[in-house]
Antibody, heavy 128, light 107 residues
Framework: EVQLVQSGAEVKKPGESLKISCKASGYSFNSYWIGWARQISGKGLEWMGVIYPGDSDVRYRSSFQGQVTISADKSITIAYLKWSSLKASDTGMYFC?????????????????????WGQGSLVTVSS | EIVMTQSPATLSVSPGERATLSCRASQSLSSNLAWYQQKPGQTPRLLIYGASTRATGIPARFSGSGSGTEFTLTISSLQSEDLAVYYCQHYNDWLITFGQGTRLEIK
């Protein structure tokens, strides 16, 4: 059974660092892209970026480039989302999700399906 | 970045009736579009990918159509458990974006 289990809720102060995790099981971790999405106060979903654990290829949405770091440790099948200096505006629920399919095109890998398995979410609260 | 626009923002439908949700992309996606359902307090659930293919375990009352820039999610006979927010999402490239969602209410 495919499962993505995320780390628990965090309460941090502005300026602090944080790394949340997404433990994958039940499938070949190295062969599927995993992404991260943010949801603020029950509003809409924002895509942040994705990583291919097999070779650590990372693609960021432009608005999150430089603001967060996505990484993965394939030896323990965990993906991470890290902030080096949190802001109050980072408060929200963060989800990891597995991309169901992708292809190698002439210009590199491209997504070819939706995100079929999701973690339960990690609530991050940043407040002084 | 491709902008995804969903309409209406809120839709109220009686049980047993048809619900039609729309999603428009700011540029052509071919069929690189997915639909998700997010029930209150739950994580998103993949309903449709490739614009029209139902994901595993999704009831047949959910169907997707469209290509290019105009897409539709149809729920043929609304059930009370379909109360949720529905999102479209493109995956035409790695700059993946979601629509802002349509809240489906049960009359």
């Amino acid at each position: 059974e495919v499962q993505l289990v995320q780390s628990g809720a965090e309460v941090k102060k502005p300026g602090e660092s944080l790394k949340i995790s997404c433990k994958a099981s039940g499938y070949s971790f190295n062969s599927y892209w995993i992404g991260w999405a943010r949801q603020i106060s029950g509003k809409g979903l924002e895509w942040m970026g994705v990583i291919y654990p097999g070779d650590s290829d990372v693609r960021y949405r432009s608005s999150f480039q430089g603001q967060v770091t996505i990484s993965a440790d394939k030896s323990i099948t965990i993906a991470y989302l890290k902030w080096s200096s949190l802001k109050a505006s980072d408060t929200g629920m963060y989800f990891c999700a597995r991309l169901s399919d992708w292809r190698n095109a002439g210009r590199g890998p491209i997504p070819k399906g939706g995100f079929d398995y999701w973690g339960q979410g990690s609530l991050v609260t940043v407040s002084s | 970045e491709i902008v995804m626009t969903q309409s209406p923002a809120t839709l109220s439908v009686s049980p047993g009736e048809r619900a039609t949700l729309s999603c428009r992309a700011s540029q052509s996606l071919s069929s690189n579009l997915a639909w998700y359902q997010q029930k209150p307090g739950q994580t998103p659930r993949l309903l449709i990918y490739g614009a029209s293919t139902r994901a595993t375990g999704i009831p047949a009352r959910f169907s997707g159509s469209g290509s290019g820039t105009e897409f539709t999610l149809t729920i043929s006979s609304l059930q009370s458990e379909d109360l949720a927010v529905y999102y479209c999402q493109h995956y035409n490239d790695w700059l993946i974006t979601f629509g802002q969602g349509t809240r489906l209410e049960i009359k």
